[in-house]
């Protein structure tokens, strides 16, 4: 998996959400709420075969770390959290 694919999501300092690759100055995308922003990232992470996902919280602090793996996979990991 490279680590230049991976995002995250945080909240701005006007309150909307980023969806930023991790290597970038600028955000991808910008979105009113954190639902859509992490959908966002999803649908990215998805399309360049996969990275990690990094969700912040309003605080700032690391929230959730989701892994997206490329394509279908038939047995996958009991994620409680996911």
Same mark, same amino acid.
């Given at each position: 998996?490279?680590k +230049?694919? $991976?995002?995250? !999501?945080?909240?701005?300092? &006007? /309150?909307?959400?980023?969806?930023?690759?991790? +290597?970038? +100055?600028r955000?991808?995308? !910008?979105? &009113?709420?954190?639902? $859509?922003? !992490?959908?966002a /990232? =999803?649908?990215?992470? *998805? =399309?360049?075969?996969?990275?990690?996902?990094?969700?912040? /919280?309003? +605080? /700032? =602090?690391?929230?959730?770390? &989701?892994? !997206?793996?490329?394509?279908? $996979?038939?047995?996958?990991?009991?994620? =409680? *959290?996911?």
């Open positions: 998996m490279s +230049d694919r $991976d995002r995250t !999501i945080s909240r701005r300092p &006007d /309150g909307t959400w980023a969806n930023k690759r991790n +290597d970038a +100055d955000a991808t995308s !910008i979105h &009113d709420t954190q639902k $859509d922003a !992490i959908a /990232g =999803k649908r990215l992470l *998805e =399309k360049q075969g996969g990275g990690e996902l990094t969700t912040k /919280g309003v +605080d /700032g =602090k690391i929230r959730s770390k &989701d892994t !997206i793996a490329p394509g279908h $996979d038939p047995n996958p990991p009991r994620d =409680k *959290e996911h």
